[in-house]
């Protein structure tokens, strides 16, 4: 029987794999293990990493400022109903964020960060239904105006109440609303899907648009017909910015990497630097207080409302809550029961890690 060329070589691939089976089989197992291995400190491996050079900056900024002309475009869409979904190779933090600070002046604006690694969707919606309600004030709606079974305080509601109140609660203006930016919708912290649900019943709310980016390219996995089309009603831009995940990177540990005190310290400090300077100066606050009563719970809550209030840098619990809210979205403060029964406020850095974060603030 003769055996063509192809039937030989295809025989000679399947000794060959099987020999090879047979001599790995027969050898002994190696004892090296992932722990020998001499990893570079996460400081160095960033730092290094830093140092490399973006090419192509000036095609890129070129890119960049090309999409502002779609500002008023996306403005249009928004009061129309419809909301914003921009996908593309490239961080798009900066890109939407100068969209929001530029174009959306007229409007509140809420920023979630969807690369964080948890984020508490309830206090979200509270800070939403805050800041609706005190811009019913300002458009001289007052309390009576409102049903009766939205009435504060919000935060002893449940979720479908204060869904219910951001969408039933009709004012004058049509195009009224308050924007929500989420930065990596499909990120960490809102990938499962009963957080997917909850935004896609604030996005049919009538005066919530969102404006959301996304990373992954199984996103779209997350939503249904239903989602997609009726509730979030995208519209969807391809806006490659190619910049650098500098700020989404810090919260995903590197391969090959160890932390470290410093690191730890220098991390949280890239993160206030994300934050406004009213939110900087709150949270030196609770830094200071922490480093000076390091055997304390921590700082009671009401004692860091005076301390802000008094420093002119927030003018109402509400604004202090919503900082608070941005630290603990941010993994940057952690509540405790003091021994009295009050709720206190915890920096969850060792002291000599809290030190060098003081330092790096302060610089």
């Given at each position: 029987m003769e055996i063509n060329d192809g039937e030989e070589e295809e025989f000679e691939f399947s000794r060959n794999y099987f020999l090879a089976k047979e001599l790995a089989g027969s050898g002994k197992k190696s004892t090296r293990k992932i722990s020998d291995i001499n990893v570079v400190d996460e400081q160095e491996l960033r730092a290094a990493a830093a140092?490399?050079?973006?090419?192509?900056?000036?095609?890129?900024?070129?890119?960049?400022?090309?999409?502002?002309?779609?500002?008023?475009?996306?403005?249009?869409?928004?009061?129309?109903?419809?909301?914003?979904?921009?996908?593309?190779?490239?961080?798009?933090?900066v890109l939407i964020e100068d969209f929001a600070s530029t174009a959306l002046t007229e409007y509140s604006v809420v920023v979630i960060n969807g690369y964080l690694q948890s984020i508490n969707l309830k206090q979200v919606v509270i800070a939403l239904a805050e800041i609706w309600?005190?811009?019913?004030?300002?458009?001289?709606?007052?309390?009576?105006?409102?049903?009766?079974?939205?009435?504060?305080?919000?935060?002893?509601?449940?979720?479908?109440?204060?869904?219910?109140?951001?969408?039933?609660?009709?004012?004058?203006?049509?195009?009224?609303?308050?924007?929500?930016?989420?930065?990596?919708?499909?990120?960490?912290?809102?990938?499962?899907?009963?957080?997917?649900?909850y935004l896609a019943r604030l996005a049919s709310c009538s005066h919530i648009r969102i404006v959301a980016s996304i990373d992954n390219v199984n996103a779209p996995l997350l939503w249904d017909k239903k989602m997609?089309?009726?509730?979030?009603?995208?519209?969807?831009?391809?806006?490659?910015?190619?910049?650098?995940?500098?700020?989404?990177?810090?919260?995903?540990?590197?391969?090959?990497?160890?932390?470290?005190?410093?690191?730890?310290?220098?991390?949280?400090a890239?993160?206030?630097?994300?934050?406004?300077?009213?939110?900087?100066?709150?949270f030196k606050i609770l830094a200071e207080y922490q480093s000076s009563h390091p055997d304390e719970e921590g700082m009671p809550v009401d004692a860091l409302y005076t301390t802000a209030r008094e420093r002119f840098l927030v003018s109402s619990q509400v604004t202090l809550n919503s900082h608070l809210t941005e630290f603990k979205d941010h993994e940057l403060v952690k509540t405790r029961r003091h021994s009295d029964g009050q709720d206190c406020l915890h920096i969850p850095l060792a002291a000599d890690a809290l030190e060098k974060l003081l330092s790096e603030i302060n610089q």
């Open positions: 140092t490399i050079e973006l090419k192509h900056e000036k095609e890129i900024n070129s890119l960049v400022n090309s999409y502002k002309s779609l500002y008023p475009k996306w403005v249009f869409e928004l009061r129309c109903g419809f909301g914003l979904l921009m996908y593309g190779f490239g961080s798009k933090k309600w005190e811009e019913l004030k300002t458009k001289r709606r007052t309390s009576s105006g409102v049903s009766s079974k939205f009435q504060q305080p919000f935060n002893s509601q449940s979720m479908d109440d204060l869904l219910a109140f951001l969408h039933e609660s009709d004012v004058e203006e049509n195009d009224s609303f308050v924007c929500i930016v989420v930065h990596n919708i499909d990120g960490p912290g809102l990938r499962d899907s009963e957080s997917q649900q997609v089309h009726t509730q979030f009603n995208w519209f969807w831009y391809h806006v490659p910015t190619f910049a650098p995940y500098n700020v989404e990177g810090i919260f995903f540990p590197l391969i090959l990497a160890h932390s470290s005190t410093a690191q730890t310290a220098k991390t949280a890239i993160v206030l630097q994300s934050l406004t300077p009213n939110a900087q100066s709150v």
